[in-house]
């Protein structure tokens, strides 16, 4: 047997990457999974929504899954980064950057498996990275419940701003949307905000300010500072790696590798699960459509192997 040939390469062990390997591997798959260490939560200090699992910190979850990967002598875990990946007349290659090689490696498999997730844009806001994740987030659905009725802040501009603005106000009422500049407000939009009495400053942010983590303030380059117990943001995200892109796959509109049902791409034997592939954008429903990806490889291995 060729020791450099998987039956599926995964790229990315989060919890979409993970999850497919635990299916796979206990399909008696040779799998490879390699992780560049990336987390897109990793700022964040308590995963919410995922059942039984609810609040806990996201380094212990992916470490729990990772020993629960270690029973499968299928499963192969390396850490690094896949620079590459191409089609071959009868599989896939990657190439493999680990800290410890001095040279790539290149690795080949039947199938291809991309959980390479998603990197949020943040706001460029002097002071934020020390509250992301404590007192500033992006979605209302992960971590709303713990800012509920608090005095909050929305940063955005436009459609954008306005949906989150509103969304966020099933939250909480009392809001102030901070566009840090020009609104780019329609008249319509302002009206809606208006209806669920959500303020709009137009400002420029000079920074924010707190403590151990804790929003307390937004400071403008001029008026008085914004006294708030958080702040939420919508400035959107972009794929966590070139890979769909380099391989061929088609994106839907809103820049989503566009996959079909259990994930399946444009691109024959090539699959995407996770943030990558989808708006949801919560851990269960990646470890889910990791688990559903799995599922079709397998299948389409056996019908191969039958064949
Ligand atoms: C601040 C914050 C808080 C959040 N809170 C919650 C919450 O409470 N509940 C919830 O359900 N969701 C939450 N999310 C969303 C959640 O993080 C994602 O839905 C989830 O991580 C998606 O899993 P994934 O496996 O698709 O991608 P990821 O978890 O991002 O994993 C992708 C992995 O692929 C690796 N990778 C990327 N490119 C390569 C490459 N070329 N080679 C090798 N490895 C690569 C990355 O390093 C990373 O480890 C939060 C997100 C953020 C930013």
Redesign the pocket.
């Known amino acids: 047997m060729d020791k450099s040939r998987f039956d599926v390469i995964i790229?990315?062990?989060?919890?979409?990457?993970?999850s497919a390997a635990l299916v796979l591997g206990r399909s008696r798959r040779r799998v490879l999974i390699?992780?560049?260490?990336?987390?897109?939560?990793?700022?964040?200090h308590?995963?919410?929504?995922?059942l039984t699992r609810d609040g806990i910190e996201?380094a212990q979850f992916l470490k729990i899954a990772r020993e629960q990967l270690r029973p499968y002598d299928t499963v192969t875990l390396r850490h690094?980064?896949?620079?590459d990946a191409r089609r071959l007349a009868d599989g896939f290659e990657v190439v493999l950057e680990t800290k410890d090689s001095a040279k790539e490696e290149r690795v080949t498999a039947r199938k291809l498996l991309l959980?390479?997730?998603?990197v949020?844009t943040l706001p460029e806001l002097e002071g934020l990275p020390a509250f992301?994740?404590r007192s500033v987030?992006?979605?209302p659905?992960?971590?709303g419940w713990e800012m509920r009725d608090q005095p909050l802040a929305v940063y955005g501009r436009g459609e954008n701003g306005t949906g989150l603005a509103l969304e966020l106000s099933f939250w909480s009422r009392d809001l102030v949307l901070c566009t840090d500049g020009p609104p780019e407000l329609s008249q319509e939009e302002r009206e809606r905000l208006a209806q669920r009495r959500i303020e709009v400053r137009e400002d420029k942010i000079r920074r924010l300010e707190g403590t151990d983590g804790n929003l307390e303030r937004i400071e403008f380059e001029k008026g008085d500072p914004l006294p708030v117990r958080g702040m939420f943001f919508s400035t959107g995200n972009s794929q966590?790696?070139d890979?769909a892109e380099k391989l061929g796959c088609r994106f839907t509109s809103e820049g989503c590798v566009d996959t079909g049902e259990y994930e399946i791409t444009s691109v024959p034997g090539v699959y995407v699960?996770?943030?990558?592939s989808r708006l949801a954008?919560?851990?269960?429903?990646?470890?889910a459509?990791?688990a559903q990806a799995a599922l079709a490889i397998n299948k389409e291995l056996m019908k191969e192997d039958l064949d």
């Open positions: 790229v990315g062990a989060g919890p979409a990457g993970l390699c992780d560049a260490g990336q987390p897109r939560n990793a700022a964040s308590g995963l919410h929504l995922f996201p690094g980064r896949v620079a959980a390479t997730g998603v949020d992301y994740g987030f992006h979605c659905y992960c971590d966590g790696s890979l699960a996770g943030d990558a954008q919560f851990v269960i429903v990646a470890a459509e990791g």
